[in-house]
């Protein structure tokens, strides 16, 4: 069974950076996606990043040129978010994606003050 585990969200001022990790247990197939959603309060989950087994990136709009997504070969991926905004509030899940499953961690908030 694969467990995600996030970490390092907490409170920031407009303008801060945070760094999202997210550490994968289990035996994990590639090829394989990793990445960040998030959802903030009465909206529905979106795409923020994402990283394959090979290393192609994608990312949302609103992120690009602000938030890097990286990875530490299968085991875990990181989310470096700089000039955060008060609108990247909400909470923030770790997505692994491979040809059969899909497997999502707990949530980290996220919390942007203006």
């Known amino acids: 069974q694969v467990q995600l585990v996030e970490s390092g969200g907490g409170l920031v001022q407009a303008g801060g950076s945070l760094r999202l990790s997210c550490a994968a247990s289990?035996?994990?197939?590639?090829?394989?996606?990793m990445g960040w959603y998030r959802q903030a309060p009465g909206k529905q989950r979106e795409l923020v990043a994402t990283?394959?087994?090979?290393?192609?990136t994608n990312y949302a709009d609103s992120v690009k040129g602000r938030f890097a997504i990286s990875r530490d070969n299968a085991k875990a991926v990181f989310l470096q978010m700089n000039s955060l905004k008060p609108e990247d509030t909400a909470v923030y899940y770790c997505?692994?994606?491979?040809?059969?499953?899909?497997?999502w961690g707990q949530g980290t908030q996220v919390t942007v003050s203006s």
């Open positions: 997505n692994l994606r491979t040809m059969i499953n899909n497997y």
């Open positions: 289990g035996i994990i197939f590639s090829p394989n996606t």
């Open positions: 990283i394959t087994s090979g290393g192609s």
